[in-house]
């Protein structure tokens, strides 16, 4: 259930509705910064739907960015149901909207969160973007498996599933940022130290406090961040 929208935090926004290849809807909301020229393509975790995410919304607009989030098949009020091929299709989706929207490759900028790393992978694999940021993600289902069994039941994930992110970050060739809190304990650090390693050049690692869900960066971090997003590199990390 969508709960609140960025009109409750005063910000403007389209509310869009997109078309998947498999003829189902999904919805995104697409907000128009008059001070920016580029874009964040934010695609969220596993929890909650697009609502749940205002605070990291909000943020990005003050960077400032225009910034364009989705709901995946299944989650708020997007048609469906999730899996590894309705999550590729989002993905696409999404990126279809921001070309049509006139924006190059190269102000495009995509996050994924979790769940989200996921799908920014796959479109940072695939298509031509500024640079990826993938924070909090699996390294593979097998080793989400192999790790934590319990884990392996919650909805974003399947015994079936072909989710192998650091088989596709391999395929990337733009800068990739990584952020991961060192004391995960739901999707451990040791997944993006592996995502890291198999990564290309540019690549950056920034090493949190906290766990999957408080996750924490210092000042100089977050400057890190930011910068990143602004340009695709960090000059000293």
């Known amino acids: 259930m969508i ?9 403007p926004y389209e509310n869009i509705f997109l078309k ?14 008059p001070k920016s020229d ?3 393509l934010h695609f969220h975790g596993n929890t909650g739907n697009m609502s749940t995410y205002l605070n990291r919304i909000s943020s990005y607009y003050k960077i400032p960015s225009d910034v364009f989030v989705i709901d995946y098949h299944g989650f708020g009020k997007s048609e469906g149901e999730i899996s590894d091929q309705t999550l590729y299709m ?6 279809s909207f921001l070309i049509k929207k006139k924006y190059k490759p190269n102000q495009i900028m995509v996050i994924g969160v979790s769940m989200g790393g996921i799908a920014a992978a796959e479109l940072a694999a695939t298509q031509k973007i500024a640079g990826v940021i ?26 079936n599933s072909t989710y ?25 650090y040791k997944m993006a130290l592996k995502n890291y390693q198999n990564a290309k050049e540019p690549k950056y690692l920034i090493s949190a ?11 100089e971090q977050k400057a890190k961040y930011v910068e990143f997003i602004k340009t695709g590199k960090i000059k000293v990390l």
């Open 3 to 11: 709960e609140s929208t960025p009109k409750q935090i005063k910000l």
């Open 20 to 33: 998947t290849a498999d003829g189902k809807k999904i919805n995104g909301w697409y907000l128009d910064n």
């Open 38 to 40: 580029k874009v964040i």
């Open 90 to 95: 989002d993905v696409q989706a999404a990126y």
């Open 134 to 159: 993938i924070i909090a993600t699996l390294s593979s289902a097998k080793d989400v498996f192999e790790q934590h069994v319990p884990f392996f039941l919650q909805p974003f994930i399947w015994i």
């Open 164 to 188: 192998n992110v650091t088989e596709t970050i391999k395929k990337i060739s733009v800068p990739i940022l990584f952020i991961h809190a060192k004391d995960d304990k739901l999707l451990p």
């Open 209 to 219: 406090d906290g766990g999957h869900y408080d996750m924490r960066l210092s000042t």
